[in-house]
Nanobody
């Protein structure tokens, strides 16, 4: 059974840092493109960052310069290092595996940034 399990969400003050983790089971990152998404209350889910099978990465405008996506193949874990956090980064963060048309989502981890 394929699963994604996120962790690392917490409450932090603006300017702080957090590192989110997404551990995969039942498949490896060679099988999928991986993305970090977030959904803030009242907002649509948005792509924050991605790391594809060919190692190319993507960052949204809001994430550029502040967030870094990486992975540890041995741990089968995807990371999102977030720095200089802003109040508007408050959201539930999800990781998603894209198998080329079919998807697997994690349950999400909550990030709250206070001023």
């Amino acid at each position: 059974e394929m699963q994604l399990l996120e962790s690392g969400g917490s409450s932090v003050q603006a300017g702080g840092s957090l590192k989110l983790s997404c551990t995969a089971s039942g498949f490896t990152f060679d099988d999928s493109d991986m993305g970090w998404y977030r959904q803030a209350p009242g907002n649509e889910c948005e792509l924050v960052s991605s790391r594809n099978r060919d190692s190319t990465t993507y960052y949204s405008d809001s994430a550029k310069g502040r967030f870094t996506v990486s992975q540890d193949p041995e741990q089968n874990t995807l990371y999102l290092q977030m720095t200089s956090l802003k109040v508007e980064d408050t959201a539930v963060y999800y990781c998603r595996a894209d198998f080329g048309g079919s998807y697997q989502w994690g349950q999400g981890t909550k990030v709250t940034v206070s001023s």
